[in-house]
């Protein structure tokens, strides 16, 4: 697949590898078109840092000047590649509270993205895709079932999606990694989780967002990925858009089973992906989304491109 429009660097991601330089000649030398630099904004209070972090940065502060460094540095590396591949300079928002919106709405005022990738990994302030015990963790705090915990899920996400509207919807359905059984569809968890599922893609609908075809799942034990079929479906029913991501953490994830994604993208008889490119003087793409910033491949043509030949 010729583009990317999720990754995360080991320089400025404590949970990836290798740094934000050796990404980009990554996507370059596997022939991409499009690569999107996406590390993780930072988060403002200190029991929402992870382990590894509260050890390397002792405070959120410092989480704040480490964003400060990957803005920086992806402009000044977008600058030294511009003629090799076209990057993109955005971020991967959490949604973990209601507060998280204002957080997320300062730092699009202070630095000037091209987009965000909007996602959610947390029920109750609580991650669900470490593990599985902190998966348990969540699904405790909402009572013990998992249709709770997936409507608790979808219920976030909505907050997200009608508050920030982002380009880039990632990972649709993470709440499933660590479910009993992640194959299970949607709707047979029941009306309330369904219905929720259904207003979700509705909305995103609404604003013409991209839904991101995420092959990390595949190198997390899944046979699909994210969305898989049942929800992708739906939003391919209803005239969705798609984009392709591979979440990437390492160099030799980037473009990871994308061979398999292809195979996915054809068994589900999607037509066409898109993929976003940065306007001209500066304008930022997540405040259009129409066909000046939102380019189409067929399947057909996406298959043509030379990172297939590589």
Not at 47 to 73: C, G, K, S, V, W
Not at 119 to 148: C, F, K, W
Not at 157 to 166: A, D, I, S, W
Not at 239 to 257: E, K, M, P, W, Y
């Amino acid at each position: 697949m010729p583009f990317s429009h999720h990754s995360h660097s080991g320089q400025f991601c404590l949970h990836a590898q290798d740094t934000l330089e050796q990404m980009i000649e990554a996507a370059i030398s596997k022939g991409m078109i499009v690569f999107s630099l996406t590390e993780h904004m930072p988060r403002d209070r200190l029991e929402d840092l992870y382990p590894e972090e509260i050890a390397a940065y002792q405070t959120p502060f410092d989480l704040y000047r480490n964003f400060q460094d990957y803005y920086n540095t992806a402009l000044r590396l977008r600058a030294k590649y511009q003629h090799r591949i076209h990057l993109l300079v955005g971020f991967e928002v959490d949604y973990i509270r209601p507060e998280s919106i204002r957080l997320i709405e300062n730092l699009q005022s202070i630095y000037k993205f091209d987009f965000f990738v909007g996602s959610v990994h947390h029920v109750n302030t609580i991650p669900i895709d470490v593990d599985r015990p902190m998966y348990l963790r969540a699904l405790q705090s909402v009572g013990g079932t998992e249709e709770r915990l997936f409507e608790a899920y979808f219920d976030a996400q909505y907050e997200m999606l009608t508050q920030l509207r982002p380009a880039v919807v990632g990972h649709w359905d993470l709440i499933r990694l660590f479910s009993e059984n992640p194959a299970k569809p949607l709707i047979e968890y029941g009306s309330g989780v369904w219905g929720r599922v259904v207003r979700n893609v509705n909305f995103v609908l609404s604003y013409r967002g991209l839904t991101e075809l995420n092959s990390a799942s595949l190198r997390k034990g899944w046979d699909e990925p994210y969305p898989r079929r049942d929800l992708a479906q739906l939003v391919m029913a209803n005239g969705g858009r798609f984009t392709i991501s591979d979440d990437s953490h390492c160099a030799s994830q980037v473009g990871l089973n994308y061979n398999r994604l292809l195979d996915y993208i054809r068994d589900i008889g999607l037509q066409e992906v898109h993929y976003l490119e940065k306007l001209p003087m500066g304008e930022m793409a997540v405040n259009v989304l129409d066909a000046c910033a939102v380019r189409r491949l067929t399947i057909d043509e996406l298959t043509q491109q030379r990172f297939w030949q590589l």
